[in-house]
């Protein structure tokens, strides 16, 4: 009996492409309109609905909760903005919050022929979930903007808006930080009058996950009303990347005649997307076993943890017979590892 020799395997595998919905992909994060506008009623009747909300967090809105600027109005189970009681004068602008555990957004409601009514804007946006500041009321409400990496044309487009209930006239926002007036600039921009905030290109969420900015507001010449008040740009990651081996062609060992269940290696590819979204969720297959004999099964990797196995009987596991393959469509990767075999059988011959 011939004593037992290394077994080698060649072993090159495919990278994973983990595919998501095309609805999946679509789907913006928070309100999908942002500003509404309505005509002034002679009456808000009570319980009559004024217009519906679009709200959606693209995870199923669980423990979704909404909050109106003002104490006369709220959100019904089935998105309707309704009042509650019969109400004339509410103002010109109503703002409407909404969170869940993975979204927080605001949109507004325009009533055009409203009134101005006396008292300052609910402190109700205080709670901003990303805000690393410590709770304080003030006329600036800003709440935290999540933008989809890669999106299409047109740009510039409205991604949110500030709010200042106490702005003195003549005064202007100003918005600053990474990605304004820091590098990489000019991606965002404020209308210094309305406050609404826009993106000026796509996005990489693999470049820069997160943009802190800081919104004031200035008088005519320039110097500091209010603020700085932080403004975070949260961008949502879209399943963008392909998962790759950064290393390869792999080489494993197992030495013939190895009992079913032996480890061969393990194999670990490495994926950009953001961690902790099912985009960056990997799995594994063997795509190619070149030969295909004795069995065309030889091997089997776990789909999760990467590791390669043998599931064959012992006795067919002969290095005399074969030197295995495990390889993908890449033709010019396939010539490498055809050339490691190669030289490695060479060796083998020169040994004996």
């Known amino acids: 009996m011939q004593p037992r020799t290394p ?12 595919l998501t919905s095309a609805e999946d992909l679509d789907c913006v994060p928070g309100f999908q309109q942002k500003v ?12 009559q609905k ?3 909300l679009n709200f959606s967090d693209c995870k199923g809105n669980d423990k979704l909760h909404y909050e109106v600027s003002s104490p006369y109005f709220r959100v019904n189970n ?7 009681r019969n109400i004339t004068a509410v103002g010109k602008t109503l703002f409407i919050h909404a969170r869940t555990p993975h979204v927080d957004d605001m949109a507004e409601l325009v009533i055009v022929g409203g009134k101005d009514i006396q008292g300052p804007l609910q402190d109700i946006f205080k709670f901003a979930r990303t805000s690393p500041v410590p709770r304080q ?3 600036i409400v800003v709440s935290p903007i999540l933008i989809p990496e890669n999106q299409r044309q047109p740009f510039p487009r409205d991604v949110g808006k500030v709010v200042d209930s106490d702005r003195p006239e003549g005064s202007k926002f100003r918005l600053t930080g990474k990605g304004v007036d820091q590098e990489p ?4 921009r404020i209308n210094e009058n309305t406050g609404s905030v826009s993106v000026t290109r796509n996005l990489d969420r693999e470049m820069f996950a997160t943009y802190q900015l800081f919104v004031e507001t200035t008088d005519v010449n320039g110097r500091t009303l209010e603020g700085p008040v932080p403004l975070e740009v949260i961008v949502i ?6 998962p790759i081996f950064q290393e390869g062609p792999y080489i494993g060992h197992v030495m013939e005649g190895s009992p079913t269940g032996t480890t061969v290696m393990r194999m670990t590819a490495f994926d950009a997307d953001d961690p902790a979204t099912d985009n960056a969720l990997l799995r594994y297959n063997i795509r190619q076993q070149t030969p295909d ?18 599931v064959v009987s012992p006795a067919l596991l002969d290095r005399e017979t074969y030197v295995h393959g495990l390889t993908t469509r890449d033709s010019a990767v396939l010539e490498s590892v055809k050339e490691e075999k190669r030289r490695m059988l060479e060796g083998t011959s020169r040994a004996k």
């Open 137 to 139: 009321k003030r006329s």
């Open 50 to 52: 004024i217009l519906n």
């Open 36 to 47: 509404f506008r309505i005509n002034q009623p002679a009456e808000f009747i009570e319980d």
């Open 185 to 188: 600039k000019g991606i965002f």
């Open 237 to 242: 990651d879209q399943n963008d990347n392909r």
């Open 293 to 310: 004999k004795p069995s065309p099964n030889m091997f089997y990797i776990d789909p999760e943890k990467g590791d390669i196995v043998t």
């Open 7 to 18: 077994f080698v395997l060649c072993v090159l595998l495919s990278q994973v492409l983990l």
């Open 78 to 84: 089935e998105g309707g903005l309704v009042a509650l």
